[in-house]
């Protein structure tokens, strides 16, 4: 438990301390060339230097709080995972196939013209064209990052969602 509770501090310092490193960068760099503050959060690095930190600090309370008993996985962990190892994410790579299709299309025309051609351009659905909430939920302006977080997440809510699928009484579609 010593040892688990010192791996997750060193994990948690770590990210934290890149995180502060980050958003300090960017402050100074925002300092120096006496840029807006607004325009600060738009910088997805800052965004992520955020996290970084937060994702530390709630690492070191974890670590600092942390029992025996969250170690032991219940009898339902066990199963769910079980119930994981047996499912295959068939769905997931279906849509994720889609949107790497979707991606390849949007490369080939333009970002720009893509997001103009299918994106939530808000004058256009007010004159009614409505299918643009589903195509813009499609488009990947920042490419690498974008798309992996979709395919990552979806390749995460399936084995979570496997039993609701197999009744399909719910779809869950992640954009």
Known sequence: ??????RIQKRSKWA???GIAVVFVHLALFALANAEFALLFQSIFFILGLFAVAGGVYGLFY???LRLEDLIPTPEAVEFLHQ???TKPLFSYVLIGCLVVVTLFQLKIGIDESAQTAGLVKSLV???EYWRFLTSATL??????????NAHS?????AANSDLRKSRKSLKVSA
């Not at 990947?140 to 977080?149: Q, R, S, V």
């Open 1 to 6: 438990m010593r040892e688990q509770k010192a």
């Open 84 to 86: 994981t190892r047996e």
């Open 16 to 18: 934290a301390g890149i």
């Open 63 to 65: 670590a600092k709080n």
């Open 154 to 158: 979806r390749c995460r809510d399936e």
């Open 126 to 128: 007010w004159k009614g």
């Open 140 to 149: 990947h302006g920042f490419f690498p990052i974008h798309l992996y977080f």
